[in-house]
C-alpha cells in the first residue's frame, strides 16, 4: 500500500495564523502624592488610610514596555507619567496574557476589586 502524501498548499497561499492571545491588564503603584490630585481624590470616596495608590491599564504589548513608555510620556496616562513608581505584578500576573475582549473586561473587573479592597485607584 502506497502512503497518501500530505496536501501541499499552493505556491504563495498562506497557512491560517495561530491566533495567540497576547493582551495584558497591568498594575502600576502610584507614589502617595497623587492623593492631592481633586480628580484622583474625587475617583476614590472609599480609600482606606494607608491602602496603596494605583493605576488599572491594559495593552498588547508587555506590561513592562508599556510602564516605560507612560514614564517616557508616550501614550502616557498623567498619573502613570507623574506618579507611577513600579509594576505589582503580584496582582496581574494570573491573568495574562488573554484575548482583547477579555483584558478590556478585566481591567474594569481587576479596577473594581482593588477598589474595593480600599485601594486607591485610577482606571482610564
Given at each position: 500500500?502506497?502512503?497518501?502524501?500530505?496536501?501541499?498548499?499552493?505556491?504563495?497561499?498562506?497557512?491560517?495564523?495561530?491566533?495567540?492571545?497576547?493582551?495584558?491588564?497591568?498594575?502600576?503603584?502610584?507614589?502617595?502624592?497623587?492623593?492631592?490630585?481633586?480628580?484622583?481624590?474625587?475617583?476614590?470616596?472609599?480609600?482606606?488610610?494607608?491602602?496603596?495608590?494605583?493605576?488599572?491599564?491594559?495593552?498588547?504589548?508587555?506590561?513592562?514596555?508599556?510602564?516605560?513608555?507612560?514614564?517616557?510620556?508616550?501614550?502616557?496616562?498623567?498619573?502613570?507619567?507623574?506618579?507611577?513608581?513600579?509594576?505589582?505584578?503580584?496582582?496581574?500576573?494570573?491573568?495574562?496574557?488573554?484575548?482583547?475582549?477579555?483584558?478590556?473586561?478585566?481591567?474594569?473587573?481587576?479596577?473594581?476589586?482593588?477598589?474595593?479592597?480600599?485601594?486607591?485607584?485610577w482606571q482610564a
Amino acid at each position: 500500500m502506497a502512503a497518501e502524501a500530505a496536501p501541499v498548499a499552493a505556491k504563495g497561499a498562506r497557512r491560517p495564523r495561530e491566533k495567540r492571545h497576547h493582551h495584558h491588564v497591568y498594575v502600576v503603584e502610584l507614589a502617595d502624592q497623587v492623593w492631592n490630585e481633586p480628580r484622583f481624590r474625587k475617583a476614590n470616596p472609599d480609600y482606606r488610610l494607608g491602602m496603596p495608590f494605583v493605576y488599572v491599564g491594559m495593552t498588547g504589548l508587555d506590561p513592562d514596555l508599556r510602564f516605560d513608555k507612560h514614564k517616557a510620556g508616550i501614550q502616557a496616562n498623567r498619573f502613570v507619567f507623574d506618579y507611577g513608581l513600579r509594576l505589582l505584578p503580584r496582582l496581574y500576573e494570573v491573568y495574562n496574557p488573554m484575548p482583547y475582549e477579555a483584558a478590556r473586561e478585566m481591567e474594569v473587573e481587576l479596577a473594581i476589586g482593588l477598589r474595593e479592597a480600599g485601594y486607591g485607584v485610577w482606571q482610564a
